[in-house]
């Protein structure tokens, strides 16, 4: 017996959001070393530090 058009169209939308609830999950997850990133941020202007120098917006210079 054959499925319908529509049965499987369901199927696929069925699937489609099993896998994105998958993937929500997943990205609930705290991944190791998150922390650390986000304290690389500057606390004025919220940009990423590069190295261990001041932020640009800290020098006054460009930025």
Do not use: W, Y
Request: charged share 25%; aromatic share 6%.
């Amino acid at each position: 017996m054959r499925d319908s058009g529509c049965d499987v169209i369901i199927k696929i939308v069925t699937l489609f959001l099993i896998a994105m609830g998958v993937l929500a999950m997943f990205g609930k997850l705290r991944f190791p070393g998150q922390k650390r990133l986000s304290s690389a941020k500057c606390r004025k202007c919220g940009r990423f530090r590069i190295g261990k120098g001041p932020c640009p917006c800290e020098k006054g210079g460009r930025g």
